[in-house]
């Protein structure tokens, strides 16, 4: 099998590619005899290294699958030769076979002990050194093949993250003044947020959580809200947010998604009369700082009593509206930045506790959102938490 120069040896092979065996053994009487072994398997590339010296060169030039190194050799002992193929990155994971002219547990268990995969002593007879070479060959290219699978796989979730922060409206530091903090729990996670203009007096303000993490849920955690920014339910007022549930409720039962459902918060904003009309599904309140100043807002939580979208067919989606003060801070987040267990005692955190810290943070008039995800894990004894972190604010 010809292989690309430029490829290092971790590189897959493609299927079905042949055993590439590199030999390291100073004597030449050794070689010819391993050689002829395997001179009719068409299967078999057989490489010789006469020099310990060379060997860690060779083999990254040839890439072998499998590495069988005789123990007694001049300038480098076998074992320490050992020590440098499991030290170097390129070879550190090459299955390697010792071969000795003696049968002694002591060093045998000494070259296990430092990497090697298998002992034999030479020499072998051709029928199971052919075995052990195929075993050990085939093991090593279904990693190479596993890893290479998992690393594209890796980049393409990368890439469907990437795409999901990309379509989260950016902050806005006009009026409304908006910003937010997204720390998913996965690469990919099943929240996501947004706010965009109804008309010039109104503004829809929405977060959904999808049941579970990963390509499912993220997947249709985007198209829900694709659906919402573009206005693609039929006859449906945008400006209701109790038809909005209903209609997003009928369009996606969970029994048609994998068994996924969603919460979602939706409110809408009316700029003229400074009104927050909203509704949620099985979501928890967002949290409304309603006053003359600052120092004097009111915690409101805004809920309404809905069920988790895509559960219940027909079911009803209560909406509920709200007179904003002079001052009006929104805080709208999913379960994630609260539902967690605290290492002092393992005990839950409460959506009061977490209530009470976003009121002392908007008084505060603190402008740094990390600063709540920063907390939350300190108190969890961790930065990875168990769900995805998902947190807007608007100042209304």
Not at 159 to 182: E, G, H, K, R
Not at 235 to 240: H, K, V
């Amino acid at each position: 099998m010809t292989q690309e120069k430029n490829k290092c040896p971790g590189e897959v092979l493609a299927a079905g590619s042949e055993c590439n065996v590199l030999l390291v053994d100073d004597q030449p009487f050794v070689a010819e005899a391993v050689r002829r072994m395997l001179a009719d398997e068409k299967d078999i590339k057989f490489t010789y290294c006469e020099n310990p010296s060379d060997a860690i060169d060779t083999a990254l030039k040839i890439k072998p699958t499998v590495i069988l190194q005789d123990l007694v050799m001049p300038d480098i002992d076998g074992l320490t030769l050992v020590r440098f193929f499991r030290a170097n990155p390129a070879t550190v994971n090459i299955p390697l076979i010792v071969l000795s002219s003696k049968e002694e547990p002591e060093t045998k268990a000494e070259s296990f002990a430092l990497g090697a995969n298998d002992y034999i002593v030479k020499l072998p007879d051709r029928l199971e050194l052919l075995a052990r070479i195929r075993y050990h060959s085939r093991g090593y290219i279904a990693q190479l093949q596993r890893n290479a699978a998992y690393e594209a796989l890796e980049a393409e979730l990368k890439q469907a993250a990437d795409y999901v922060m990309s379509i989260i409206p950016p902050a806005s530091t006009s009026n409304p003044c908006v910003d937010w903090l997204f720390d998913p729990s996965t690469q990919l996670g099943g929240d996501i947020f947004g706010y965009h203009k109804l008309d010039e007096n109104r503004l829809v303000i929405y977060l959904l959580d999808v049941c579970g993490h990963g390509v499912g849920a993220a997947l249709l955690s985007v198209t829900v809200m694709n659906v919402l920014k573009n206005q693609s339910l039929r006859d449906t007022d945008f400006g209701n947010p109790s038809v909005v549930l209903a209609r997003l409720n009928e369009s996606f039962p969970m029994e048609n998604h994998n068994n996924m459902y969603f919460t979602i918060w939706y409110g809408v904003f009316d700029r003229k009369n400074r009104t927050i009309t909203y509704a949620s599904g099985g979501h928890p309140p967002s949290i409304l700082l309603n006053g003359g100043d600052r120092k004097s807002a009111k915690v409101v939580e805004l809920k309404t009593n809905g069920f988790l979208v895509g559960t219940m067919p027909g079911v009803k989606f209560p909406s509920a509206e709200i007179k904003l003060d002079a001052f009006s801070e929104l805080y709208v987040f999913s379960d994630g930045t609260y539902e967690i267990s605290k290492a002092s005692d393992g005990k839950l955190w409460t959506f009061e506790e977490w209530r009470d810290l976003v009121a002392a943070f908007s008084r505060r008039d603190e402008k740094d959102l990390s600063s709540l995800l920063k907390y939350v894990h300190e108190l969890n004894g961790s930065d990875q938490l168990d769900d995805d972190f998902s947190l807007m604010r608007m100042v209304l």
